[in-house]
């Protein structure tokens, strides 16, 4: 039977020279830390140290989340990767109607910079990279972390981390939006300004086709419209006056690893081929390292099962596997227990501990890109960068990738290959371990971590003892000047820092600007 990899391409049983042939490795491959970054963004690679591990962790309280954290760091992990609740995604304070039921549930609640500085009280900022996966109020999150090191007299600019900060895949993937694309877009275009003047080391963008993958993207779409949004950011960053030497270095990325470890290590090798050709023809930048696409991954949640759940520790060795391979530059290894709860302490533990075998027991940092020359993985390199090409020209054709969202392109693909994967689950053709084969006739027990309810009526008291301590005049004051900048062209993150510094809260900051912006509603279309 015919094999195709998850993109739709054709996989042959056997490949050899001719699959290669007229193939040019120096205009394909180039040297390892050279144009076009086909081998790897940097020379040396994992020769000289390793990715850095990640974990993405924060649940309930602050201080809930301070506590894993710290054990993490005990553990090992060179940076600390942030989830935050959807009431933070969506800048509602805890104590809101909206709020309710969802309070510290997938992350830790994140209310004023109270709660900042308990998430991060006892862990020097200027010895830590920490990734915030936060995207519409992606600002306020940043700001916050900002008054946190200074209060504990870091330098602004000896922190480094990032900020996800990217709501274009909200309207095709995710949903987590806030303000229409227009505003959303000049608040990202501030946020680049702002880091190149007062955190040049911060990393202002992770573009992200992880929540894309999630949702059921095919690894030639992840990258297409991933490449696309990031298309449209540089634009906006250059309408709006600036170089793109002066922000693109600090532009990164996030992808998914799957379990399909050949396509996915062609798919990262492609990704960073095409970005280094799109930022040197279309965008004209001269910095290396502008052209250079770094990038996060994480392994596919979406592909964990409920079903003997100790089958993922499997799963995720093989996507963190795929990562390393492929090239990324920080990888988070999902707990086997995540399809099932929030993980525990030992599962957290174990998933690092993943990383750590592939890093210090096997002999893959040993060498940089192994697979180079492979018959396979270079056919399969060259085939998905014609597909993820071919995407990314019907986003063009449309107008870009705004005006394809607002026809629904990018999600009525992402839905049309969601479905396919159903069906192929469904009908068995897809082999899913555990679920459609090899299943047990009763699941062992498992106790997941719970989040204690509670959480949210004390979320609430200290709500309220916020807003009776605090100089509500001042609150009042930095609102108003955030709104004026908001109707204007300054840069809102000032005036947005001084507010925040007067313990104005998120869900405060951000009514403020949908009284000016508005609040993005989806069109039928969608």
Partial sequence: MARETESGLPVEPVYGPQDLDGWDPGTKLGAPGAYPYTRGVYPSMYTGRPWTMRQYAGFGTAAESNARYKQLIANGTAGLSVAFDLPTQMGHDSDAPIASGEVGKVGVAIDSIDDMRVLFGGIPLDKVSTSM???????????????????????????????????????????????????????????????????????????????????????????????????????????????????????????????????????????????????????????????????????????????????????????????????????????????????????????????????????VTATVDPFAGSYVVEKMTDDIEAAILGLMERVEDMGGAVAAIEQGFQKAEIERSAYRIAQETDSGERVVVGVNRYQLDEEEPYEPLRVDPAIEARQADRLARLRAERDQAAVDAALASLQDAAKGEANVLYPMKDALRARATVGEVCDALREVWGAYVPTDAF
């Fill in 133 to 363: 996966t936060i995207n519409a109020p992606a600002a306020l999150l940043l700001l916050l972390y900002q008054l946190v090191a200074e209060e504990q007299g870091v330098d602004p600019g000896e922190l480094t981390g990032t900020i996800q900060n990217d709501v274009l895949k909200e309207y095709i993937a995710r949903g987590t939006y806030i303000f229409p694309p227009k505003p959303s877009l000049r608040l990202i275009a501030d946020i680049f300004k702002y880091c190149r003047a007062e955190i040049p080391r911060w990393n202002t963008i992770s573009i992200s086709g992880y929540h894309m993958a999630e949702a059921g993207a095919t690894p030639a779409q992840e990258i297409a419209f991933t490449l696309a949004d990031g298309i449209e950011y540089v634009r906006t960053a250059v309408a709006a006056g600036m170089d793109v030497d002066d922000f693109a270095p600090r532009l990164s990325f996030f992808f998914v690893a799957r379990t399909t470890l050949l396509e996915e290590v062609a798919k990262f090798r492609a990704a960073r081929r095409i970005w280094a050709r799109v930022m040197k023809e279309e965008f004209g930048a001269r910095n290396p390292k502008s052209l250079m696409l770094r990038f996060h991954t994480q392994t596919a949640g979406v592909q964990l099962t409920a079903q003997q759940p100790e089958v993922n520790l499997v799963r995720v060795a093989v996507q963190g596997l795929g990562a390393v391979l492929g090239g990324t530059q920080s990888l988070h290894t999902n707990s086997f227990d995540e399809a099932i709860a929030l993980p525990t302490d030992k599962s957290a533990r174990l998933a690092l501990r993943t990383q750590q075998v592939l890093a210090y027991e096997t002999d």
